[in-house]
Nanobody, 121 residues
Framework: VQLQASGGGLVQAGGSLRLSCAASGRPRETYAMGWWRQAPGQEREFVAVISASGTTTYYADSVKGRFTISRESAENTVGLQMNRLKPEDTAVYYC???????????????WGGGTQVTVSS
């Protein structure tokens, strides 16, 4: 499975960005998909995940109420709408895919290359 993330960039604090990720490689599978992030010098951390059906979502406490994960019209494509961004949201964001959506984002077998999000103060 190949994952391609896009949409990162530079934004001022309080602004918004939308990330998108498309999975390809196994067209008959529908995956749970999610996002993790890694800031410089820090461990990778869970951001959000959505079930294959799109009916269940989980978020890290640090982004709850500001970020929204959703499935897009194309199969195995997911978006992450990020509002009210803070400098501490600055990180490389990684798209992930797996068979199940875990509340802490565990069990995502497939990882894509990251996209940089930078929030200036």
């Amino acid at each position: 499975v190949q994952l391609q993330a896009s949409g990162g960039g530079l934004v001022q604090a309080g602004g918004s960005l939308r990330l998108s990720c498309a999975a390809s490689g196994r067209p008959r599978e529908t995956y749970a998909m999610g996002w993790w992030r890694q800031a410089p010098g820090q461990e990778r951390e869970f951001v959000a995940v959505i079930s294959a059906s799109g009916t269940t979502t989980y978020y890290a406490d640090s982004v709850k109420g500001r970020f929204t994960i959703s499935r897009e019209s194309a199969e195995n494509t997911v978006g992450l709408q990020m509002n009210r961004l803070k400098p501490e949201d600055t990180a490389v964001y990684y798209c992930t895919a797996g068979m199940h959506a875990h509340p802490l984002g565990y069990g995502m077998e497939h990882w894509g290359g990251g996209t940089q999000v930078t929030v200036s103060s």
